[in-house]
């Protein structure tokens, strides 16, 4: 529970700081079966705000990362849009440019970004 609960105070705290730190967690999700990252790290994301969509872009265009990590790049970039609504076409854009390869995704992760 301690990355948890130091999560929510990184967010918070708008720690700009800490995006990388924080990105580098989203394998937890696979490795660990650590839900609590696909659950938390987008409102974190959210609330340190519009800085961290360089980064969770990155990440979400990789093909270095599981799907259900990408997926939770691609929530995090959601609820930026969604809380900043001057960032949401630069979110959208991100998780556009990852359909755009849809032959290379796994379709029920197709169906989550649209989702999105």
């Not at 990252?37 to 800085?51: N, Q, R």
């Not at 796994?106 to 970004?113: D, E």
Request: hydrophobic share 40%; proline share 3%.
């Amino acid at each position: 529970m301690v990355p948890l609960h130091a999560w929510r105070a990184l967010g918070q705290l708008q720690a700009i700081g800490a995006i990388s730190t924080l990105i580098d967690q989203l394998f937890r999700i696979d490795k660990y079966d650590d839900d609590w990252v696909s659950e938390d790290l987008p409102t974190v994301f959210s609330l340190i705000g519009s800085t961290a969509i360089p980064e969770l872009s990155k990440y979400l265009s990789s093909t270095n990362h599981s799907e259900f990590a990408q997926l939770c790049a691609a929530d995090s970039l959601a609820k930026i849009g969604v809380s900043h609504p001057e960032s949401r076409l630069q979110c959208i854009a991100a998780i556009e440019n990852k359909l755009q390869r849809f032959k290379e995704n796994v379709g029920y992760f197709n169906g989550s970004l649209i989702f999105n």
